[in-house]
């Protein structure tokens, strides 16, 4: 797939909009379309990398960092009580969009969320 077909690739362009949550020099934060809790969001480094073991380990920090100040927003907002976060890295682990990307998505005790 080349960065002109990655569905995320357009939307950090603006071709395709999103509810973005959250943005700083190298990633963003959009609302999953397909949430499973209220406010599961992704975040997505602005250049494309296929996943993250294709990303930069100098883009690590910032990818924590903004992971953090995320879950801590859900957190509070979204009255959680916690927070899963996953990144999937090939077919065989679940990676549908192949443009790395990981999942915060808020949890509640027995919210019967399972993965």
């Known amino acids: ?12 362009n603006g071709e395709i909009e999103s ?11 959009i609302l999953d379309a397909n949430p499973k809790t209220p ?3 992704l975040i ?3 250049k494309h990398f296929r996943n ?7 883009l690590g920090n910032e990818l924590l960092e903004a992971t953090k100040k995320i879950s801590l927003k859900l957190i509070k907002e979204k009255k959680a009580e916690g927070t899963n ?17 990981a999942h915060i998505i808020p949890r509640k005790k027995n919210d019967k969320i399972t993965f």
């Open 1 to 12: 797939m080349t960065n002109q077909e990655c569905i995320f690739c357009k939307i950090v």
């Open 19 to 29: 509810k973005e949550v959250y943005e700083d020099d190298n990633f963003i934060g």
């Open 39 to 41: 406010g599961h969001t």
């Open 44 to 46: 997505i480094p602005k």
């Open 52 to 58: 993250i073991l294709d990303m930069p380990t100098t």
């Open 85 to 101: 976060i996953l990144i999937n890295n090939e077919p065989s682990a679940g990676q549908l969009v192949f443009h790395m990307h």
